[in-house]
C-alpha cells in the first residue's frame, strides 16, 4: 500500500494545482480597458466569413487603415444583440486581446453613436 501512496499523492498535488490555477484563470481578459469607436459589422454577413452564426466585429478606421476587432460573446453582447447586415456606429469599452491569430475585445459596455448635427 505504502508503494502507491506516494504516487497517489503526487497526482492528487497535480490536480489541485491544475484545478486552482484554471479557477484564477475562468477565462476572463486580463489588462486595461480601452474605448474604442467604430462600426459593428457582421463577421459572416458582411465580411464573408464561413461560420455557422452571426459574429459581431467592430471596425475602426484611422486615416487609410480598418482594425477588426471580434466582440467577444458576453452579456454585454447579447443585450446589445446581432448586427446582422446592419451596420451600427458605436463605442466599445474592454479589454482587448489576441487570440487566433485576430484581436478580441472582451466588453463591458457598448454604446450606440448618434451622429451629431
Known amino acids: 500500500m505504502k508503494k502507491f ?6 497526482v492528487a498535488i497535480a490536480v489541485v494545482g491544475l484545478v ?7 477565462g476572463e481578459p ?13 463577421a459572416k454577413c458582411s465580411l464573408g ?9 467592430l471596425v475602426v478606421k484611422k486615416d487609410d487603415d480598418k482594425s477588426h476587432y471580434y466582440i467577444k460573446k458576453n452579456a454585454v453582447n447579447s443585450d446589445f444583440g446581432d448586427v ?10 474592454g479589454v482587448v486581446e489576441e487570440a487566433d491569430e ?5 466588453p463591458s459596455k457598448i454604446e450606440k453613436v448618434t451622429a451629431e448635427g
Do not use: Y
Not at 486580463?30 to 457582421?42: A, F, K, R, S
Not at 461560420?51 to 466585429?57: A, G, L, M, S
Not at 485576430?102 to 472582451?106: E, L, T, V
Open 102 to 106: 485576430k484581436m478580441w475585445i472582451a
Open 20 to 26: 486552482s490555477f484554471a479557477v484564477a484563470d475562468c
Open 49 to 57: 466569413e464561413e461560420r455557422e452564426e452571426c459574429q459581431n466585429v
Open 84 to 93: 446582422c447586415m446592419k451596420k451600427v456606429d458605436v463605442k466599445v469599452t
Open 5 to 10: 501512496a506516494v504516487p497517489m499523492l503526487a
Open 30 to 42: 486580463h489588462g486595461d480597458e480601452v474605448t474604442l469607436e467604430g462600426q459593428v459589422i457582421c
